[in-house]
């Protein structure tokens, strides 16, 4: 089966940081990309950073660029979203996704986890 679950979010404050793991299980890591949206209430979802577990090629949202890193542990089949310098604008509940793809882009994803709430106080 599956699955993947995220973890690490919560309240900070503007300024703050946090770091959302992505724990996969039930494929085969390497052949995929992982990537993280998120959606604010009232917002279409937003695609936020994506990694290509078998290269390491990244992808970030031109609103996030500077202050967000994505980073792969394979041997965890975990994927890592240090988000530094949070704005308000940041709030959304976040979500990571897989594909059976080996790059990054406007792709149909495959998997799905269950969010994980971040919210940025001003």
């Known amino acids: 089966e599956v699955q993947l679950v995220e973890s690490g979010g919560g309240l900070v404050q503007a300024g703050g940081s946090l770091r959302l793991s992505c724990a996969a299980s039930g494929f085969t890591f390497d052949d995929y990309a992982i990537g993280w949206f998120r959606q604010a209430p009232g917002k279409e979802r937003e695609g936020v950073s994506c990694i290509t577990s078998s290269d390491g090629n990244t992808y970030y949202a031109d609103s996030v660029k500077g202050r967000f890193t994505i980073s792969s542990d394979n041997a965890k089949n975990t994927v890592y979203l240090q988000m530094n310098n949070l704005k308000p604008e940041d709030t959304a509940v976040y979500y990571c996704?897989?594909?059976?793809?080996?790059?990054?882009?406007?792709?149909?994803?495959?998997?799905w986890g269950q969010g994980t709430q971040v919210t940025v106080s001003s």
């Open positions: 996704a897989a594909v059976k793809e080996r790059l990054c882009g406007p792709l149909e994803y495959d998997y």
